[in-house]
Nanobody, 119 residues
Framework: QVHLVESGGGLAQAGDSLKISCAPSGRSWPIQGMAWFRQIPGKDREFVASIKWNDDRTNYADDVRGRFTISKDNARNMMFLQMNRLKPEDTATYYC????????????WGQGIQVTVSP
């Protein structure tokens, strides 16, 4: 089993920056890609950004493109999300997800980390 642990969330003011991280632990698993999702109470979980492990291709949701940057550290199998120019509407629980090699779904999910942006 793979465990994903998010870190680095917290409180910020509008316009500030935060960086959150995701570190897999447990069983080694070949990675095809990783992603960030977020969710606010009462709404569906939504895609934020993703990155492919073999060629670094990235994809972003429209409302974060240009403000957020997803990156990875292959040596440590870690993934990051640099969030700049934060807005109150970015307030959510952010989840890290891992797509195993050869699969189409995200096979493993973290427990989530809270990011709160005040006006």
């Amino acid at each position: 089993q793979v465990h994903l642990v998010e870190s680095g969330g917290g409180l910020a003011q509008a316009g500030d920056s935060l960086k959150i991280s995701c570190a897999p632990s447990g069983r080694s698993w070949p990675i095809q890609g990783m992603a960030w999702f977020r969710q606010i109470p009462g709404k569906d979980r939504e895609f934020v950004a993703s990155i492919k492990w073999n060629d670094d291709r990235t994809n972003y949701a429209d409302d974060v493109r240009g403000r957020f940057t997803i990156s990875k550290d292959n040596a440590r199998n870690m993934m990051f999300l640099q969030m700049n120019r934060l807005k109150p509407e970015d307030t959510a629980t952010y989840y890290c997800a891992l797509q195993g090699f050869g699969t189409v779904n995200y096979d493993f999910w973290g427990q989530g980390i809270q990011v709160t942006v005040s006006p």
